[in-house]
């Protein structure tokens, strides 16, 4: 864990696993709260918990960590050095439980089955990228932060710039385990975070993902930490 006092707030950085039920769910309600208009999402709290992180993070492919604020849940970025096969891994390992994640998202709202056409083409797009691309490949999987912590007056007041501490603390854990490059693939439209990205130094390439207009994200890791 990594904790630093910034103006009159305490900024900590911690790990989590799949264990600690609590902070999953902490993870999991910051993924609807921030990131609701993801395909994952659409399938409900439920889904994104055991689907989206417990069978990864039981699998060890995938990592999240938690930031907070005086104590307060802020912001999470979750990441892995598989980017090419971590989604294959989990349906593999997991795919009676997932499939039943999935019966129980239906049952408790049938109109989600438009969310799982949406999720399967994304995860079926995915699929596709091994003939361009090799593990071990560093992805930031999704990071979201609070608006609270993204304001102005508070960044002005405290010094703590969130985004840019969960990218560098995924980039070093990846640096840590031998990974090279990092990546993340952002919605075209989503300039705020494109704006983030550009100005830690990442170059970008045009991506598609299941018919959608992207944008791959590239940082190289094998430098010195920012």
Request: aromatic share 8%.
């Amino acid at each position: 864990m990594t904790k630093e006092p910034f103006g009159n707030a305490a900024v900590s950085i911690r790990e989590i696993d799949a264990e600690n039920a609590s902070d999953l769910r902490t993870i999991s309600g910051l993924h609807m709260e921030l990131l609701d208009f993801g395909p994952m999402a659409g399938l409900g709290e439920r889904f994104v918990r055991r689907a989206c992180y417990g069978f990864h993070m039981d699998d060890g492919t995938l990592r999240c960590a938690l930031c907070e604020v005086d104590g307060r849940p802020a912001g999470f970025i979750a990441y892995t050095d598989r980017s090419i096969t971590f989604h294959r891994e989990g349906l593999r390992s997991h795919w009676l439980a997932a499939g039943f994640s999935v019966m129980m998202a239906l049952l408790q709202d049938p109109r989600r089955v438009i969310a799982l056409i949406r999720a399967s083409r994304v995860v079926a797009s995915r699929r596709s990228e091994s003939a361009e691309h090799s593990d071990p490949l560093g992805e930031v999987v999704c990071m979201a932060v609070r608006r609270d912590y993204l304001q102005a007056d508070f960044v002005k007041r405290t010094g703590a710039r969130i985004s840019e501490r969960l990218m560098d603390y995924a980039g070093e854990q990846l640096r840590g385990r031998g990974v090279s490059r990092m990546r993340a693939l952002v919605d075209a439209d989503n300039r705020s975070a494109l704006m983030l990205y550009h100005s830690l130094g990442a170059t970008f390439e045009s991506y598609e993902q299941a018919g959608e207009p992207m944008v791959e994200v590239w940082f190289e890791l094998d430098g010195a930490a920012r």
